[in-house]
């Protein structure tokens, strides 16, 4: 099956600096990319997603880049806010669901 | 998502008592999810069922159980052979379509009294 890797474990920034969190996969039958950001006790919620014939995908602050031929993909935080420090998971699907193990995200002040 | 409802947000288990979490949706989503979160840690899925009648076992289904027999419910039991349940729980739905992406519920919070 698919295994999905996800680095670092803990990441913190200043505020106004950027956050890069990358992953990378095994089955190159995963077309479906998909970040989610868990605030503490809260539900996953998706933040960006990005399928196998886009190399990447923007959303104001927020950016995912895909290397199929690599087999990883990156989520790009730009600018920084307190209201950013989450956890972040990535996932990667074909005919189903893998998800990393998930970036403990700080921004400070 | 407001469409899927988790309830309770909390619940405690006695030690030899099975437990049923519910997971109801208003989306019309075929599939559906169950995935267990200890704390600092990534999602593991459970159980999922892509249609009514039908469901699969996933990475950590021992000391589980689930029925779908409605396509709105997919209700999950945790019972007393599961050793560890204190856990947050976390159901999700998807369209069942591909590449579409899962939309996850508030959670239950197990623990053991």
Same mark, same amino acid.
């Given at each position: 099956g698919?295994?999905?890797?996800? !680095?670092p $474990?803990?990441? $913190?920034v200043?505020?106004g600096?950027?956050a890069?969190i990358?992953?990378?996969?095994s089955?190159?039958?995963s077309?479906?990319?998909?970040w989610y950001?868990? =605030?503490l006790?809260?539900r996953p919620?998706?933040?960006?997603?990005?399928?196998?014939?886009?190399?990447?995908?923007?959303?104001?602050r927020i950016?995912?880049t895909l290397n199929k031929? @690599?087999k990883h993909f990156?989520l !790009?935080?730009?600018e920084t806010?307190? =209201?950013?420090?989450a956890?972040y998971?990535?996932?990667?699907?074909?005919n189903q669901?893998?998800?990393?193990t998930?970036?403990?995200?700080?921004?400070?002040? | 998502?407001?469409?899927i409802?988790q309830s309770?947000?909390?619940?405690?288990r006695?030690e030899?008592q099975?437990?049923t979490? $519910?997971?109801?949706?208003n989306l019309n989503h075929?599939a559906?999810?169950?995935y267990?979160q200890?704390?600092?840690q990534?999602?593991?899925?459970?159980?999922?069922?892509?249609?009514?009648?039908d469901?699969?076992k996933?990475d950590?289904?021992?000391?589980?159980?689930?029925?779908? =027999?409605?396509?709105e $419910?997919?209700?999950?039991t945790?019972t007393s052979a599961?050793?560890?349940p204190? @856990?947050?729980y976390?159901c999700?739905?998807a369209?069942?379509a591909?590449?579409?992406?899962q !939309?996850?519920g508030?959670?239950t919070?197990?623990s053991?009294?």
């Amino acid at each position: 099956g698919e295994n999905v890797e996800q !680095h670092p $474990s803990t990441l $913190s920034v200043q505020e106004g600096d950027s956050a890069v969190i990358k992953c990378t996969y095994s089955d190159s039958a995963s077309n479906y990319f998909p970040w989610y950001k868990q =605030e503490l006790g809260k539900r996953p919620q998706l933040i960006i997603d990005i399928r196998s014939n886009v190399g990447e995908k923007k959303d104001q602050r927020i950016a995912v880049t895909l290397n199929k031929t @690599a087999k990883h993909f990156s989520l !790009h935080i730009t600018e920084t806010q307190p =209201e950013d420090s989450a956890v972040y998971f990535c996932a990667a699907s074909g005919n189903q669901f893998y998800f990393g193990t998930g970036t403990s995200l700080t921004v400070i002040p | 998502d407001g469409g899927i409802t988790q309830s309770p947000k909390y619940l405690f288990r006695k030690e030899g008592q099975n437990v049923t979490l $519910s997971c109801e949706q208003n989306l019309n989503h075929d599939a559906m999810y169950w995935y267990r979160q200890d704390p600092g840690q990534g999602l593991r899925l459970i159980y999922y069922s892509q249609i009514v009648n039908d469901f699969q076992k996933g990475d950590i289904a021992e000391g589980y159980s689930v029925s779908r =027999e409605k396509k709105e $419910s997919f209700p999950l039991t945790v019972t007393s052979a599961q050793k560890n349940p204190t @856990a947050f729980y976390l159901c999700a739905t998807a369209t069942g379509a591909v590449n579409q992406p899962q !939309h996850f519920g508030d959670g239950t919070r197990l623990s053991i009294l």
